[in-house]
C-alpha cells in the first residue's frame, strides 16, 4: 500500500488567497484525519470524518476552513481566505478499526507557507 | 480534563544512555496510550501503545511504563541511538472515540 498521500507537499501563497490541501487516505480506511502542526501549538486535530461524514470540526479554527470528503479516496481542506498566522504543516491521517484499532496513519504532511 | 500533559520538552542523551519522557492525563476515560515518533519532514508514525490492564509493555528498546492510580505514563528507550533523535508524541483516546489528544511533543537528541 502507498500510505496516506497528501498533495501538495508544500505550498506558498500570499494572503488573502485561497488554499486547497488534498488527500487520500489508505484504502479501506474509513476514517480520516485533519492535523495542524506549529512550534507554537503543538498537533492539533483539526476535523475528523468517518465513512466520509464529518464527525467532529470542534478544532476548525474559524470559518475561513472548511474539509470535504466527497468519497471514500479522497479529502480537501480549504482556507479562504488565507493569512500569514496560517502557516503550519498540515496532516491527513486514517485508520481503520477493522485490522488496527486505534493506529493512525500519517501523511507526509503539507508545508503551508502564506506570505 | 481532554490534555495529556507532555514533559520535558526537549531531552539530551548520550548514546547508550536511557530516555525517559513523561505524560500525564485527567480523564479517566481513556483507555488507550500511543507514542508516536516523528523524523523531521514526516508525519507522525506509531512507536508503541499500551492499554491500562497491564502496567508495562516492551517492544524491543522501547517500553511504556503505566501508572493508573497516577494517571501518568512514560516511554524508556534503553541503549538510546542517534538514530532514535526525533520528536516523541505521547496520546490518549477512549475505546469509543477515535479521536487522540496529544501531549505537546519531546525533541529528543541523541550524542554520541
Known amino acids: 500500500d502507498a500510505g496516506v498521500i497528501q498533495s501538495p507537499r508544500h505550498e506558498v501563497t500570499e494572503m488573502g488567497q485561497e488554499v486547497t490541501l488534498r488527500c487520500k487516505p489508505i484504502s479501506g480506511h474509513d476514517y480520516l484525519f485533519w492535523y495542524r502542526q506549529t512550534m507554537m501549538r503543538g498537533l492539533e486535530l483539526l476535523i475528523y470524518f468517518n465513512n466520509n461524514v464529518p464527525i467532529d470540526d470542534s478544532g476548525m479554527p474559524e470559518d475561513r476552513f472548511s474539509a470535504k470528503m466527497p468519497n471514500a479516496s479522497f479529502s480537501t481542506l480549504k482556507i479562504q481566505p488565507s493569512e500569514p498566522r496560517d502557516s503550519a504543516v498540515y496532516f491527513c491521517a486514517s485508520l481503520t478499526r477493522r485490522t488496527s484499532w486505534g493506529v493512525q496513519f500519517f501523511g507526509p504532511g503539507t508545508r503551508l507557507t502564506v506570505l | 480534563q481532554q490534555q495529556v500533559k507532555q514533559s520535558p520538552q526537549s531531552l539530551i542523551v548520550q548514546k547508550g544512555g536511557i530516555s525517559i519522557i513523561n505524560c500525564a492525563y485527567e480523564n479517566t476515560a481513556f483507555d488507550y496510550f500511543p507514542w508516536y515518533q516523528q523524523f523531521p519532514g514526516k508525519g507522525p508514525a506509531l512507536l508503541i501503545a499500551?492499554?491500562?490492564?497491564?502496567s508495562e509493555k516492551k517492544e524491543g528498546r522501547f517500553t511504556i511504563s503505566f501508572n493508573k492510580s497516577a494517571k501518568q505514563f512514560s516511554l524508556h528507550i534503553m541503549d538510546s541511538q542517534p538514530g532514535d533523535s526525533a520528536t516523541y508524541f505521547c496520546?490518549?483516546?477512549?475505546?469509543?472515540?477515535?479521536?487522540?489528544?496529544f501531549g505537546t511533543g519531546t525533541r529528543l537528541t541523541i550524542i554520541p
Open positions: 496520546a490518549a483516546s477512549d475505546m469509543g472515540n477515535e479521536k487522540l489528544t
Open positions: 499500551i492499554r491500562p490492564d497491564v
